[in-house]
Antibody, heavy 117, light 110 residues
Framework: QVQLVESGGGVVQPGRSLRLSCTTS????????VHWVRQAQGQGLEWLSFISSNGLEQFYEDSVEGRFIISRDKSGNTVFLQLNRLRPADTAVYYC??????????WGQGTTVSVSS | QSALTQPASMSGSPGQSITISCTGT?????????ISWYQQNAGKAPKLMIYEVTKRPSGVSNRFSGSKSGNTASLTISGLQPEDEADYYC??????????FGGGTKLTVL
C-alpha cells in the first residue's frame, strides 16, 4: 500500500524544538503538495500546515504560525516540519499527507510528539 | 479557522443507512466544492473515502456517497456493515492551501 513515512517524533521538554520528516520511496513526493495534520490522544484531526509542490508557498493554522516551519529539502522528496517553542498542548500524533484534488489521499502512519517536563 | 461541526456520535443497525452532517461557513464549505471525508479506525491513519464532495477514490465501496447543500456537507453510508464502525471526519478547503476538519463522528454499528 502506498504510504508516506514520518520520523523525528519523541519526548521533549517545553520550550524545546523537534524536526519531523516525511518521505516515501513509492513515488516522487516533490510532485505533490503536502500537509501536516495532528491528532491529540482521544481527539480529532487538526490541520497544521501546507507546502506547495515547488516549496514556494507555505500556510499554517493560526495556533502554530510563527512556531512551526514547513519546508522541503533540495530534491523536494522530503518534507520537514520544524516544531519550535513546544508546549504541552502540542503533544499529539503528527501525520503528513499528500494532496490531490484538495484532498489527502496518501497518509503516513504518524509520529508521536510528547511535550513534558 | 474554526472546526466544522459534526455530530459527536451516531449509530445504526446492519443494513440501515445513516447520514453524517458537517456544517461550516460561507468561507469554507459554502465557498468551495472541495469537501473530503475520512474514515479512521483506532490506532490507524485516516483513509480518504470521498473527495470533491461526491467522488470516491478507487477501491472505496459505492455504499459511501457525499453531497453538499449551502454550508453543510453530508456523508451517507448505505447498507451499514460492521466494518463501517469507525470515526469519520469531514474536511473542507478553506482558501490559500488551508484545510479545516470537522470534530469527528464516532459511528457505532449495533
Amino acid at each position: 500500500q502506498v504510504q508516506l513515512v514520518e520520523s523525528g517524533g519523541g519526548v521533549v521538554q517545553p520550550g524545546r524544538s523537534l524536526r519531523l520528516s516525511c518521505t516515501t520511496s513509492a513515488f516522487s513526493l516533490r510532485n505533490y503538495p503536502v500537509h501536516w495534520v495532528r491528532q491529540a490522544q482521544g481527539q480529532g484531526l487538526e490541520w497544521l500546515s501546507f507546502i506547495s509542490s515547488n516549496g514556494l508557498e507555505q500556510f499554517y493554522e493560526d495556533s502554530v504560525e510563527g512556531r512551526f516551519i514547513i519546508s522541503r529539502d533540495k530534491s523536494g522528496n522530503t518534507v520537514f516540519l520544524q516544531l519550535n517553542r513546544l508546549r504541552p498542548a502540542d503533544t499529539a500524533v503528527y501525520y503528513c499527507a499528500r494532496q490531490q484534488s484538495a484532498a489527502l489521499d496518501v497518509w503516513g502512519q504518524g509520529t508521536t510528539v510528547s511535550v513534558s517536563s | 479557522q474554526s472546526a466544522l461541526t459534526q455530530p459527536a456520535s451516531m449509530s445504526g443497525s446492519p443494513g440501515q443507512s445513516i447520514t453524517i452532517s458537517c456544517t461550516g461557513t460561507s468561507s469554507d464549505i459554502g465557498a468551495y466544492n472541495l469537501i473530503s471525508w475520512y474514515q479512521q479506525n483506532a490506532g490507524k491513519a485516516p483513509k480518504l473515502m470521498i473527495y470533491e464532495v461526491t467522488k470516491r477514490p478507487s477501491g472505496v465501496s459505492n455504499r459511501f456517497s457525499g453531497s453538499k447543500s449551502g454550508n453543510t456537507a453530508s456523508l451517507t453510508i448505505s447498507g451499514l456493515q460492521p466494518e463501517d464502525e469507525a470515526d469519520y471526519y469531514c474536511c473542507s478547503f478553506a482558501g490559500s492551501g488551508t484545510l479545516v476538519f470537522g470534530g469527528g463522528t464516532k459511528l457505532t454499528v449495533l
